[in-house]
């Protein structure tokens, strides 16, 4: 276990709805990143947060927004859901910048789109 | 921007066999991380195992080593005495570690299955 957490574990949604997605950091990691897991592929990066603010995107669209609260825990929303909005939706924290710090991972929320 | 090529979809051995997974990558820079992560059944991605691109030694934890060859940017992951409980997803990922905020760029993955 990594001391990461997300909720929910699993999500059923319709197109064109609106999504909110939970993570809770490793206790004293202050950077958040969230990933989207495709079925059979690797998870690609959406965004990452430090120390509430964004501070790196990949390459998601602006639905996909976030939030990093004062306690580290992080949200990730998705508007407009599509068809291809289906994966599994990973958070992972790190101490200080993943770029120095290895990232943890949680268990992650499946997301279905109908 | 990077790439992480893993070139075996599924590989499947013995209990106690050596297995070595692949991994090339592609980048422009110098200053880099490379990781292996397990994903197994339960989807929680675990890290294996971490390497600083500029140490020259191959890092090893327990039963899994790396060999990682700059030059030719490989970076494959050997699991030596495999157990049941190393069947899962593995997957090689690559950070730039000189500033910025890229996040973590993997490769498709390999399915290891520990046969009985």
């Known amino acids: 276990e990594t001391g990461v957490t997300q909720s929910p574990t699993h999500l059923i949604k319709t197109r064109g709805q609106q999504v909110t997605l939970r993570c809770s950091s490793q206790?004293?990691?202050?950077?958040v990143s969230w990933y989207q897991q495709a079925l059979g592929q690797g998870p690609q990066f959406i965004f990452q947060y430090y120390r509430e603010e964004e501070n790196g995107r990949g390459n998601f669209p602006p639905r996909f927004s976030g939030l990093q609260f004062p306690n580290y825990s992080s949200e990730l929303n998705v508007n407009a859901l599509e068809l291809d909005d289906s994966a599994l939706y990973l958070c992972?924290?790190?101490?200080?910048?993943?770029?120095?710090?290895?990232?943890?991972f949680g268990p992650g929320t499946r997301l279905l789109v109908l | 921007a990077q790439t992480v090529t893993q070139s075996q979809p599924e590989m499947s051995v013995q209990e106690a066999e050596t297995v070595t997974l692949s991994c090339t990558y592609d980048t422009s820079e110098n200053n880099y991380y490379l990781f292996w992560y397990k994903q197994p059944p339960s989807r929680q991605m675990i890290l294996v195992i971490r390497q600083e691109a500029y140490k020259q030694q191959n890092a090893t934890e327990n039963r899994f080593s790396v060999n990682f060859q700059k030059a030719a940017k490989s970076f494959s992951l050997k699991i030596s005495d495999s157990q049941l409980g190393d069947t899962a997803m593995y997957f090689c990922?690559?950070?730039?570690?000189?500033?910025?905020?890229?996040?973590?760029?993997f490769g498709k993955g390999t399915h290891l299955i520990i046969q009985p």
């Open positions: 992972a924290s790190s101490l200080g910048s993943p770029q120095q710090e290895t990232q943890y």
């Open positions: 206790s004293g990691h202050n950077t």
């Open positions: 990922a690559f950070v730039y570690s000189g500033g910025g905020a890229d996040g973590l760029t």
